[in-house]
Structure formats: structure tokens, C-alpha cells
């Protein structure tokens, strides 16, 4: 079930995993699984992962962490096909994300001879990567009538919505805005009038999409059963020049 209409639909190359998610959340349909379930599963998968990184099982390691692409997708699709939105599942799985990729970064420091500033600046790399895909893709859907679940401006504490409780969105809003309100204040300062300016074209969307988390953690497994974790962190220190790439193409052109 796609996020936006056909007509503005794109080829999201971190979404590789979204058919398989669509089986997953199918099946669960008609169970008592709920997509903070599939969201709690996906930080296990995720977790799983990074445990095999550390024992030098790199293969295993990039199938749970594919599988936690995969079901990072499923938990919305569930979402979705049982007409429950929430901003718990929403915030969780942001903040769940978010502390698995340190996770993820901490661990192939440690396991390489890479300086721990140089990790922190590959980390802060891909968060600002994902939110400038984040934000033009949620600039999208609130232009045309996708999902809406996300706002583009997460600056104020969403009402709960029926079925969840306004604590839990009061505390995971907290968490969401202590995590990633540094990089949201960064991608909006650099590109403040995307939401006004004109759509965003396919294939510019589709370049963007490579700084999605599904398509940086399928980077993270390749470079891992290629065994060259001493590459991971370079490159995506590297690969976040695009930004200002991307930012500029949609600033002059769109």
C-alpha cells in the first residue's frame, strides 16, 4: 500500500525490502500482532545483526540487518492494512532506528582502526542523510494526500490518535525531538522553502533514496561480506557530500 499517489510515485531504492514486508504484514492481518510488535521485532533483527558483526559472521550479520530493513517496512504496512495509525508506532520506530545505527557504528569502531571522531562524524552523516530524504519525502505526502502520519515540522506534540495513550506519544515525541531535533533543525536551515517550491521530480526522489536506512544498511552488508568494515565509515563520511549535491539541484531547478 503505497504512501503516495501513483501518479508521484517513484522507485525508492531503500524500499528493496517492501514487497516481502507487504507478505509479512498480510499474514499478520488477522492476528493480535501489532505494528509495535513488528517494530520491537525489527530492533531484535537489528540487535541480532550487530551481535554476529562482533563474532565475524559478516553474512548472517547482513541477513538480520536486511531483515530489519525489511521489517522496519512491515511494521507501517501493518499499520496501514489494519487502519491503526499511530504516533507510538511512528515515534518508536524513528528513535528505534536512530539508536540502532549508533549501535551498529559504535560496533565496526571497535572493530577497526578508525579514529572514534571520524565514527561519530560517519553517524552524524547518515542521521542527516535520512532526514533530508525524510523531510522531502514527507513534503511529498502532505502535498499530495499520502500518508500524513508524519509531519514535516515535528516541532510540537501530535494529539494521541484513538487507540493509543497521550502519554506514550508524550514520552516517544520527547525521545523523537532529544534525538533528531538537531538534524532537523540543520536540513531545515539548509533548504527552508522545499515545502513551497515545486514537486520534487521521480528521479530526483529516487537518487535521494539512496540515503535511505533501508539502502544504507544493504551498503553496510555488502561492505561486510566483502569484508571491508574499514571502508563503512569513510564512505558514508564521504557520501554525505551529496547532500549539499541534492539540496543544491532542488534549490536552482525545483
Not at 508521484?8 to 488477522?30: C, E, H, M, W
Not at 511512528?90 to 549508533?102: A, P
Amino acid at each position: 500500500m503505497s504512501k503516495l499517489p501513483k501518479k508521484y510515485q517513484f522507485i525508492d531504492l531503500s524500499d528493496y525490502g517492501r514487497p516481502i514486508a507487504r507478505v509479512i504484514a498480510n499474514s499478520l492481518k488477522t492476528t493480535s500482532f501489532t505494528p509495535v510488535h513488528v517494530t520491537i521485532a525489527f530492533v531484535i533483527s537489528g540487535l541480532t545483526g550487530v551481535f554476529c558483526i562482533t563474532q565475524g559472521h559478516y553474512w548472517t550479520a547482513a541477513f538480520f540487518l536486511i531483515f530489519k530493513s525489511i521489517l522496519d517496512a512491515a511494521d507501517g504496512e501493518l499499520a496501514r492494512i489494519k487502519k491503526t495509525p499511530s504516533y507510538t508506532g511512528r515515534f518508536l520506530d524513528s528513535v528505534s532506528d536512530i539508536i540502532l545505527n549508533f549501535i551498529i557504528f559504535i560496533t565496526i569502531w571497535q572493530l577497526t582502526t578508525i579514529n572514534f571522531y571520524w565514527m561519530l562524524l560517519a553517524f552524524f552523516g547518515i542521521q542527516l542523510q535520512g532526514t533530508l530524504y525524510n523531510y522531502y519525502y514527507v513534503i511529498l505526502r502532505n502535498r499530495f494526500s499520502g500518508d500524513t502520519t508524519s509531519r514535516i515540522f515535528e516541532d510540537t506534540t501530535p494529539i494521541a490518535l484513538p487507540g493509543e495513550k497521550q502519554k506514550n506519544v508524550n514520552i516517544l515525541f520527547f525521545l523523537y525531538t532529544l534525538f533528531y531535533g538537531i538534524f532537523d533543525k540543520i536540513i531545515y536551515a539548509l533548504d527552508k522553502n522545499a515545502s513551497i517550491g515545486k514537486p520534487f521530480p521521480n528521479w530526483l526522489m529516487t537518487l535521494i533514496s539512496t540515503f535511505g536506512l533501508g539502502f544504507q544498511l544493504l551498503i553496510i552488508s555488502l561492505f561486510l561480506v566483502f569484508n571491508l568494515k574499514e571502508f563503512i565509515i569513510p564512505f558514508f563520511i564521504g557520501y554525505s557530500a551529496f547532500i549539499f549535491v541534492f539540496i543544491f539541484i532542488r534549490k536552482v531547478f525545483y
